[in-house]
């Protein structure tokens, strides 16, 4: 008896209907002949995909997460017989995971759920990438500074290649992430075309050519870049128009197309449709490029067709009338350390994908990349501990997304945990439950803490019925590898389970409004809550840098807040790094209601951060909440006197409760470009999310 593997045209001749099933995928099919069993499809990445699934199917065996050794998981069988499965092609012709690094392991779990690209996909430079036919793109990621028009080669002499923001030429390394282009500027396209030139040498065989715009929002305000756009039809775009800055990058983008078609015929770009581009241009695109449609605004707790997500659905439809030339890139595998359930939710999203054309497919995903002993809380190991089976039931979803996710993910728990299998769906079907039941918005950066308080809202029942299946599935798990991934998925669980709820806050009451006393020293400041422990984010350690003071009060109308910082010279003091070189600030939540909400998408609360100079920064996903505010620097520091209008949250004054929390924000000179990268304020907070918020408490 052999076992025949392979790809020659000849061995496909013999079977030719299934022959020309598998050509242009990386299908495989699996045929007796006689005492043969072949092996084949049309390219080596098929065979890969074909030794691992019939594998699968023959057997026990599970790759469950990126470990060589210990996520392997099989019984030992002398008489292994090979499951005879016919043809198997899969539905989506690209899946994949920007999975870390793509460390050799990280790599290697790609490849076994039959996925095709990689991280190295999108470099297109790596030798294992080679070795196993993966598909191959190149020039990476956001790549306008760094690969095409750079600062170093250009700045000094053609600063106008750069966008003018508030009257200069911005330089690339003077932001955190760079800038984009003077798109109209007629030099900077012919440098540009060089530059292209120049890749394509350096990248000969490669097919695919990224063109990726920088990860920011800016825009050239030059003269011409903000000139009205005149479309074919006659009409006029201007700059108010919401898809005008998409369509100034695809005019641009169009003319490299031209460029590519004319001097290197067969060859394709590809592109991002994302924060600017995530809108359609007025024009239609160039069908050589491909566009990586990225809904990083999507709510993961619902697919794309919910109306939740309607504001993308609706870019992402009014995409699929431009072209069908589409990736569909998403952020399912980033999820922090709380075991979220996307799965059901991509698996939906999938198919609306196959059923408008769009057969592309990779997400970003938690990297595997550290040692064990290197553990911290969070994204990495941590958050692959308590999601494995939602990533695997992820990754081989792709290749059918009309299988049935329930069944996927008991097929993952019965390989692993064998006996304490249905314990565990117990599990995770509660946590589930109640995560889809919350109000929270769930994206690739919702703090875990925030999600376990979703699910367990300290309610004891709930905390201890989960710990129940827990404690069922550990007297039951026999093999020693399982044991030690369900020691795992009890950490995040032991970590958050009885965390999150703060203590309310009870607001005195003054009459009219109190004075901007500095010290808030005098009445009525006086009798106001006052807080003076603030600790770090996620280490809940004291901050102990130096005093910080902060009141409240309200006289039925308005809240009032005072606030001291005691660091001398703080307000001489700059960051050089930033224009504004701000160093310290308090930023203030209130949840609003959701009329008040400038964007519900984002969540209906505001988070205004007040600088030592009286500067306001209001993170463009929040609701600008009017303050009056004063501040004043002190001999030992600075003071910040704030008014907000309790009716501007959208609550009655009259219900005396309203919900928010408080944080104070430093620049720590760890990380040079950001600003206000330290956060301290209640223990336990989590800032950015509603429903962590404290009851405040209207005396
Ligand atoms: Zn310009």
Redesign the pocket.
Known sequence: KQVILSCSPDILAQFPEDAAALQGNDGYAVLQKGNQLYILATRPHGIVNAVFRVLFKSSDIIWAFPEEEDGTFFTPNPNLSLAIVGLDIPKMTQRGWQLGFGRPNEFMWIVRQANNWSVHSAGGVNKLNDEWDMIKECLGGHNLNTVFISEKKYYATRPDFF??INGERVKPSSKPYRTQL?F??RDMIAAFKQEFDAQVKRHPTASIYRVMIEDNHDQ?Q?E??QADIVLPDGSVLTAKDPNFYSTRFFLFLNEIAEHTKANYPGKNLLCFAYFFTEIPPAIKIDPIIRVQFCPIFKNSKYPITAPQNKVTLDKFNAWLANTTNMTWREYYGLVLDFPRPVDTIAAEDFRYCLEHGVKRHFSEMENYDVERKQRTYGRGLAAWDCNAMYFWVLANLQWNPYQDVKAMRREFLNRVFKDAAPDLEQYFAMIEEKWLAGPTKSTWSTPAKAQWFEVTLNDKNVVDVLEGHLRQAEQKVRDPKAKDLLRRIRISFDLYKNKGRLPSMTIPRCEGEPPFDPDFAAAPWTKALTITEFCHQDSNKPYDDHPLQLKYLHDGENIYVGFRSTNPGIVKKINPKLRHGQLEALQLYFEVTPDKAVTPDQGPYNATAISLVGGLEIPNYTSPLPMVRKVKETPDGWSLWVKIAIRDTGFDPAAKKLRGLYSFRFWTGKNDNQWYDGFVGPKDAVYHVPVCFADMILE
């Open positions: 966008p003018l003077c109209t500027n050239c030059c011409a870049c």
